[in-house]
């Protein structure tokens, strides 16, 4: 079983920044792909930034040259830098990893964070 634990999210004004971070815990064997997901009211959850456990990134349009996706394989935690945050930004934002672990593959997600950026 994996566990992830998201933080960083909170209240930030249009134009701020925020760092949300994601760590795994449990009988961790390996970690493939993680990533960012988000979730904003009446909308379906969406794909944010992803990082394979190699160091290669991929974005959504929406957030590219504003958000940055890095990991710490030895902490077994991934960040997302948010800068320039605009409104339409505001989410719950998940953690999302693929996993191999005593029980075998599968993908697990975090509880999720609460972004607001509003003035």
């Known amino acids: 079983q994996v566990q992830l634990v998201e933080s960083g999210g909170g209240l930030v004004q249009p134009g701020g920044s925020l760092k949300l971070s994601c760590t795994a815990s449990g009988n961790i064997l390996n970690i493939y792909v993680m990533g960012w997901y988000r979730q904003a009211p009446g909308k379906q959850r969406e794909l944010v930034a992803t990082?394979?456990?190699?160091?290669?990134?991929n974005y959504a349009d929406s957030v590219k040259g504003r958000f940055t996706i890095s990991r710490d394989n030895a902490k077994n935690t991934v960040y997302l830098q948010m800068n320039t945050l605009e409104p339409e930004d505001t989410a719950v934002y998940y953690c999302?990893?693929?996993?191999?672990?005593?029980?075998?593959?599968?993908?697990?997600w975090g509880q999720g964070t609460q972004v607001t950026v509003s003035s």
């Open positions: 999302n990893g693929d996993f191999r672990s005593l029980i075998g593959r599968r993908y697990y």
């Open positions: 990082i394979n456990n190699a160091g290669s990134t």
